[in-house]
């Protein structure tokens, strides 16, 4: 998953994701099931957030597979696109993620005895190929998606007046620490000023948890 997460480290705005990717990573030999709700929870967190940024509107009755259509068309891609045959095979992805969620989850749905030792022998004669396929889908998957994204809507150096990186000496302090200093030849920046510089709204939220906390 280190290809994701660098990805998602790259634009600040996708750092939460960073939850459903620990868990995949922790449940994938111990429970798949787990790893699969978790990924199927990824592709769709990202397709909403795009739609939510382009104001697509998302209806609760939108199954997964229309949510990911939808987060194409949000990006850009009409339905007479070459690319409406590759959103039609993710939303297909999709739908077997869910079933085999459904086939091998202990979770999922409240099961008897029997159905339990099933679902559980299921999950563990998932073989490692197979895990690997599902993974590395779900990663490409939403590389592709994150990547188109941002490339239609770069996010530019910011500046609002609502907030000084002054005003929060003890934070920026703080993240220094964690994070240190970059060097580049001859010039240095610290931790703080490049999140401030470069990504206010990561900013913004580091910020608030850090009150909170």
């Known amino acids: 998953m280190n290809r994701l997460r660098d990805v998602i480290s ?4 996708w750092n939460t994701l960073s939850t459903y990717i620990d868990r995949i990573e922790t449940y994938i030999v111990t429970d798949f099931n787990i790893s699969i709700e978790n990924a199927k929870s990824l592709i769709e967190t990202i397709s909403k957030e795009i739609c939510s940024q382009k104001d697509v509107d998302i ?3 939108d199954n997964f597979q229309n949510v990911i259509k939808k987060a194409f068309y949000a990006i ?6 070459p690319m409406t045959q590759i959103t039609k095979s993710l939303g297909n ?7 085999l969620r459904n086939t091998t989850g ?4 409240g099961k008897t005895l029997q159905e339990l030792s099933d679902s ?3 999950n563990q004669e998932q073989d490692t190929i197979s895990k690997d396929f599902l993974i590395e889908t779900v990663i490409i998957i939403s590389i592709f998606l994150i990547h188109s994204f941002e490339n239609e809507n770069p996010r530019a150096i910011s500046s609002d007046e609502g907030i ?3 005003d929060n000496e003890e934070f920026n302090t703080i993240w220094d620490e964690t994070f240190g200093e970059f060097n580049m030849g ?16 990561a900013y913004k939220t580091e910020t608030i948890d850090f009150t909170d906390e």
Do not use: F, P, V, W
Request: overall charge positive; glycine content about 8%; hydrophobic content about 20%.
């Open 120 to 122: 559980e022998k299921k």
């Open 10 to 13: 790259q634009y600040g705005r």
């Open 59 to 61: 209806s609760s009755r």
């Open 106 to 109: 202990i979770t999922s749905h």
């Open 164 to 166: 000084r990186y002054e």
């Open 76 to 81: 850009g891609y009409q339905s007479d696109s």
């Open 93 to 99: 992805i999709g739908q077997q993620i869910g079933t």
């Open 186 to 201: 001859n010039y240095a920046y610290r931790a703080s000023e490049i999140l401030y510089s470069l990504d206010l709204q």
